[in-house]
């Protein structure tokens, strides 16, 4: 028995037993029962020798209940054995197509009644929508079949073993099997029956499977219907009442294509769908068609005639509670926020969804890759020996899985291109899958990112190519052949339309130069956009030993290889806040653009089909922040690609303060994923006046001092400032460090011709080295004057020849206090630095500092190269808020272009600063957190964080990039911060 049940573990068989084939998942009004709810559940360490849970009378009493579906490791506080999570790491030996005997099995048992009337079903089916990895099923102690393919449904045919009243289904899963080698996503490993198990009576004269295929060209519908049914099935009726149709096929051969006139096409945009059924005497299918044609017209990928932009994201199926268990209320929130944030496109990464997902992205609007359960990623640790998509034993476990993914999903409009699946190499079986797709469906291209020559794909794909590389792709390519291809495969892929599956790596604070990549997509109409990595982030809600709940990633188990917090990359967090990222998606990517004139702006409508008449657009003119007017602009309606040039209103231009119009457009009426009045897009324009910034006052006679003293509302001991408006202050020291963020602890290869990093070797590492997160000070000299003090510091870090010097000169100006910092780096700097800025540490005392009030960008953070969702405006927070809580803390809460600051506690105003320019109008941004750049990266999550009783002000003359070198390009060099002179000038005053 041993070695039988080591063979059907090891077996790259798809499926035995009565395995029915692959067909629609159907909204049919013949009777079906649930059997989700609580199973009787035992799990073992290891396969049992014996299969007694199978026996009728076994006696279940000694196991727990566990609800189906879940996953077993997420429930029972641990008792079922922890999630793992890996990337590419295979978390057992690799060994193909064998497993370890120490393998978790989950035997699952559930009693159910047979309804009354069933015997008269021609047949009666068990189906599984979802089982983690590979599952025996037996009805009444007869075995009825195995299958794998986790994300994928399968159905048993039961009919000659259940009976009337009651009746046991046992199930056996294992966690571990063949197909794991196949199923190696970037995610959690996560067994058991996860979706939904239903037992279906299918009615003698039934329809077995149904497929609209429709198409839409010069204003007119098509739709051919694919019918599998028997022959005494017929006559079969299509309906589709809303434009009057109905037509009764008497037998299959009948069954033609029905052109339909008036017919609204469907769209992202517009998703526009049709009630249809379906109906025999004995079956009522009811389904939702939408009308659309996709094609490819040389490099130019078309839906209804016009070319499509992706701003799309990888989504997975994640939840910090119920992981892959899918919630409807909860996915359809999900995707209503994504139509907030102007995605408009679904990669279903790297697996299809849970199938009412897919109603969703119909009704709502999506364009959808749809994405085969295959993903061989672990076999790159050996070189690809042994990978599966090369080797003819497994040519039918490849076929059986995009048979599956097809036709289960194939009736969705939503769904304009199959993927084959992700990094799984290349070869034979990946080739025969996509010669199987396009003999079944010519009506979608294929895609597959590892098909890198262009052998059997119909769309060149790539992940994570450099802003100059992608540039390349869209241009004639003469000066750069194409990675991994020859000169003549370099020259076919050109010929194809190009999308990004994975670009933006969203791994904590990033990405950076969303906007470059954008850019390209309107500038070269081959490249047609991507899909962010990814749309959130996969933590597992658990606790800390004491208690603090937390979400945890990679290695929180104490699983045995992991790949830490690699699974928290979304722009999503956990409990489905938006990052900050998300926000500067949607202005990067937004559908309407606003482009300034002179006195007019055009307004451009990027939309693929939609025109603007369901906007309103709005304006307003703010003096340093304070509303002074606004109003409505009457702007007609513009087409899909077209675009109106307007008169701005009137603005009135303050003398004194800054000028700045805002214009937005709104959400006329409210849909079904936002209300009346959300914003779609947004833009500024600065019509200050120009003011000129005070000049720096000279100071002379200055002498040496022993530093102690007072200068208006700031008190010196020793040069050093020790308190300002009676508070205790300690500062201003250089600060050169920030806690790295993922980007900057990525070691990534792509450098693309910059000197911003070194290939293979991380920003942080490098700032590690040179001991920027360790700096010393030498104080040098201290003068004074009348009403000034300078100090001169040398900075630098142990174990290291180089240093800056830093000139602090304090002095009153009219009676205010100002501070001016003149920063200036010694030769021999090699790599870029993280900030330049200067840290004020002010301790809670009575009143601890808690919050902040800004005019500047915000209201998020921002960074050099994400800037585009901040507007210049005056904003309010908590010191809390200000901060994005990243699943590893990290560099956080920056905010650029500060003019005025004012620190508070508990809502009083404790310090006023005022920020200017330096010669070159580069303005410094702050940040004001509880904790030190340096205290931040020794937490590997939030609540390892130290208490603290200090708040830590950082001004910075400049912060390097963000970039998405976690997984993907360095910062651009543009962006990237070199070691440079830099001032900060600021006055200060009490609140």
């Known amino acids: 028995m041993a070695s039988q049940l080591s063979a059907y573990v090891t077996d790259t068989a798809p499926g035995r037993g009565s395995l029915r ?32 849970l199978a026996a009728e009378g076994f006696d279940d009493g000694g196991w727990d209940d566990i609800p189906v579906p879940s996953h077993w490791v997420l429930q029972g506080d641990g008792a079922y054995g922890r999630p793992i999570y890996t990337n590419v790491q295979f978390p057992f030996p690799i060994d193909p197509p064998h497993v370890p005997d120490e393998n978790p099995t989950g035997d699952y048992r559930r009693h159910f009644d047979l309804p009354a009337g069933w015997s008269e079903a021609e047949r009666v089916l068990l189906r599984f929508d979802g089982v983690e990895s590979l599952f025996k099923v037996w009805v009444n102690g007869e075995e009825i079949g195995s299958a794998s393919g986790s994300r994928l449904a399968h159905e048993f045919d039961v009919t000659s073993s259940v009976r009337p009243g009651g009746n046991v289904v046992a199930v056996r899963v294992h966690q571990w099997s063949a197909a ?60 589709l009442p809303e434009l009057g149709i109905e037509q009764v096929w008497a037998t299959a051969a009948d069954v033609a294509p029905l052109e339909v006139d008036g017919v609204e096409p469907w769209s992202a945009e517009q998703p526009r769908l049709y009630d249809v059924t379906v109906s025999t005497a004995a079956e009522s299918i009811a389904l939702r068609a939408g009308f659309r044609t996709v094609e490819i017209r040389g490099d ?116 304009v291109m199959w993927s084959l699946g992700n990094e799984a190499g290349t070869g034979g079986n990946l080739a025969a899958m996509s010669a199987w797709v396009h003999a079944r469906d010519a009506g979608r291209p294929v895609h597959y990112e590892g098909d890198h020559a262009g052998e059997y794909t119909d769309v060149y794909s790539r992940m994570y190519a450099s802003v100059l590389e992608t540039e390349q792709i869209g241009t004639d390519g003469s000066r750069r052949p194409l990675m991994n291809c020859t000169p003549a495969q370099g020259a076919r892929q050109r010929t194809k339309p190009f999308l990004l599956c994975e670009y933006a790596h969203a791994m904590g604070n990033g990405p950076g130069a969303l906007d470059q990549y954008e850019a390209l997509v309107h500038e070269y109409p081959r490249l047609h956009g991507g899909f962010v990595w990814e749309w959130r982030d996969h933590g597992i809600l658990t606790t800390a030993p004491d208690g603090t709940p937390y979400y945890a990633y990679g290695g929180d188990f104490g699983e045995v290889v992991h790949d830490g917090n690699f699974v928290m990359d979304g722009m999503l967090l956990s409990n489905d806040v938006p ?47 304070t509303l002074v007017e606004s109003g409505d602009m009457e702007v007609p309606v513009v087409a899909a690609g077209g675009s109106a040039r307007m008169p701005l209103p009137r603005i009135p231009v303050a003398q004194d303060a800054e000028t700045w119009l805002t214009v937005d457009a709104v959400s006329a009426v409210s849909t079904a994923w936002a209300p009346d009045g959300h914003v779609i897009a947004t833009a500024q324009l600065d019509r200050s006046a120009r003011r000129p910034v005070p000049g720096v006052r000279p100071e002379t006679d200055w002498r040496r001092s022993d530093g102690t003293l007072t200068l208006g509302i700031a008190e010196f001991v020793d040069g050093a400032l020790v308190r300002l408006a009676g508070r205790t202050v300690a500062g201003p020291r250089l600060e050169l460090f920030r806690a790295p963020t993922d980007n900057d602890e990525g070691a990534s290869e792509e450098v693309e011709e910059s000197d911003a990093g070194i290939a293979g070797v991380s920003n942080a590492d490098l700032w590690r080295r040179d001991g920027l997160d360790r700096l010393t000070t030498r104080r040098l000299s201290v003068e004074r004057t009348a009403e000034a003090l300078r100090t001169i510091d040398k900075v630098s870090a142990a174990n290291s020849a180089l240093s800056v010097t830093v000139e602090t000169v304090w002095s ?47 209201p998020l953070e921002s960074y050099p190269d994400s800037l585009r969702a901040a507007r210049t405006g005056r904003f309010s927070s908590t010191i809390g808020d200000l901060s994005v809580d990243y699943a590893r803390p990290q560099e956080t809460g920056h905010r650029s272009q500060l003019r005025e600051l004012t620190l508070t506690s508990g809502g009083a105003d404790v310090l006023r600063i005022v920020a200017f320019p330096d010669t070159r109008g580069r ?48 910062v651009w060099p543009e962006f990237a911060l070199r070691p440079e002179a830099r001032t900060i000038r600021l006055r200060i005053a009490a609140g």
């Not at 013949?30 to 014996?50: D, K, M, Q």
């Open 21 to 52: 084939p692959a067909r629609s998942w159907l909204h049919s009004d013949a009777p079906s029962l649930s059997l989700n709810g609580l199973w009787r559940f035992r799990l073992s360490p290891a396969v049992p020798a014996t299969e007694d």
């Open 180 to 239: 794991s080698y196949v199923e190696d996503q970037d995610q959690w490993w996560l067994p058991g029956i996860f979706r939904d198990v239903t037992l279906i009576a299918r009615p003698a004269g039934g329809i077995e499977d149904v497929w609209l295929r429709t198409g839409f060209e010069n204003g007119r519908g098509r739709v051919e219907t694919e019918i599998t049914a028997d022959a005494a099935a017929f006559p079969v009726t299509f309906r």
């Open 300 to 415: 130019r990928f078309l839906v209804n005639g016009r070319r499509v932009v992706f701003h799309g994201v990888n989504r997975h199926e994640t939840h910090p509670e119920r992981g892959r268990v899918f919630d409807e209320e909860h996915a359809r929130e999900d995707l209503a926020r994504m139509k907030r944030f102007n995605v408009n496109a679904i990669r279903t990464s790297h697996y299809p969804p849970h199938p009412r997902l897919l109603d969703l992205a119909d009704e709502l609007g999506f364009w959808v890759v749809l994405e085969c359960d295959l993903e061989t990623h672990g076999f790159d640790k050996v070189g690809w020996a042994g990978n599966p998509s090369d080797d003819p034993a497994w040519r039918e476990a490849y076929l059986d899985r995009i048979r599956r993914t097809v036709e289960r999903d194939k009736n969705h409009p939503s769904i």
């Open 579 to 625: 990052t900050p990222s998300l926000h500067e998606f949607k202005a990067v990517v937004q559908p309407v653009r606003f482009t300034f004139d002179g006195d007019d702006v055009v307004i451009s409508n990027l939309r693929h089909s939609a025109d603007t008449s369901d906007l309103r657009f709005r304006w307003r003119v703010e003096h340093d922040g």
């Open 812 to 858: 009153l100006v009219g009676g205010e206090l100002e501070l001016r910092v003149e920063i200036e780096p010694s030769r021999g700097w090699l790599t870029v630095w993280p900030r330049i800025g200067i840290r004020f540490d002010l301790p809670d005392g009575a009143a601890p500092v808690d919050g902040a009030e800004w005019f500047g960008l915000g």
């Open 923 to 970: 303005r410094p941004g702050f940040t004001l957190s509880r904790h030190t750049p340096q205290q931040i990266p020794r937490a590997g999550h939030a609540y390892e964080l130290p208490g603290s009783a200090t708040s830590h002000l950082i001004i910075d003359a400049a912060q390097h990039g963000l970039g998405s070198r976690a997984c993907g390009p360095d």
